[in-house]
């Protein structure tokens, strides 16, 4: 089920790739989300190129503005991505960056989001922080799903290498300080937490 799902979202990106032939040729910095529901594709003087989307990216991880502005831009930045069929490492910066503020803010269903487009692009060979989100899933699988399923999954998954990551190594930890109870080692942890792994452990997000 889940190959047939990726096969049919790779075939899905390509059609519309196919579709929109120009690239955008917007400057504008600042660009609210709206959500496409008509057929036609967008106008390109609509849709900003890449060397925009990198400005606008560093604008919001710069920006003082409040989750809410950050999350429309991010989205925004998603969108025009999308319809120009850009699969590489901005489009892996820019969501491993909304994932990170959906974490510090506890925004799981934006979190899920991201998480699962990162899971596609590393599949795909794209580069990014792959270790430092193999963490962040297994603590919220751990930490969130009731499905002890979820969690075996979340560790099989998992190679040789992610297993030597000091994050993913963190992750593991917690999970054997819950599996025996152990609140002083817990305590620890969460006290030592690399990257956002605290924020997780906080229950801030899971």
């Avoid at 959906?102 to 799981?108: F, K, N, P």
């Amino acid at each position: 089920m889940g190959a047939s799902n990726f096969y049919v979202r790779r075939a899905s990106a390509m059609m519309l790739g196919q579709n929109f032939e120009e690239k955008g040729s917007s400057a504008e910095i600042e660009k609210s989300y709206l959500r496409l529901t008509s057929a036609p594709d967008p106008d390109p003087a609509t849709v900003r190129p890449e060397e925009v989307l990198e400005k606008v990216l560093l604008m919001v991880q710069n920006s003082q503005k409040n989750y809410l502005y950050k999350c429309d831009q991010l989205k925004s930045i998603r969108q025009d991505l999308v319809v120009q069929h850009r699969r590489n490492e901005l489009t892996v910066k820019v969501y491993e960056t909304h994932a990170r503020l959906a974490i510090e803010v506890g925004d799981l269903p934006e979190y899920n989001q991201c998480q699962s487009q990162l899971g596609t692009l590393y599949l795909e060979g794209i580069k990014g922080c792959l270790m430092e989100f193999a963490a962040y899933n297994l603590l919220c699988v751990l930490l969130h799903s009731s499905n002890n399923r979820d969690l075996v999954s979340a560790m099989s998954r998992l190679s040789a290498e992610a297993k030597k990551d000091d994050a993913v190594k963190h992750a593991l930890s917690v999970r054997a300080a819950m599996t025996s109870e152990n609140y002083v080692m817990f305590f620890r942890l969460y006290k030592t937490a690399p990257n956002l792994n605290g924020y997780l452990m906080g229950g801030s997000l899971c």
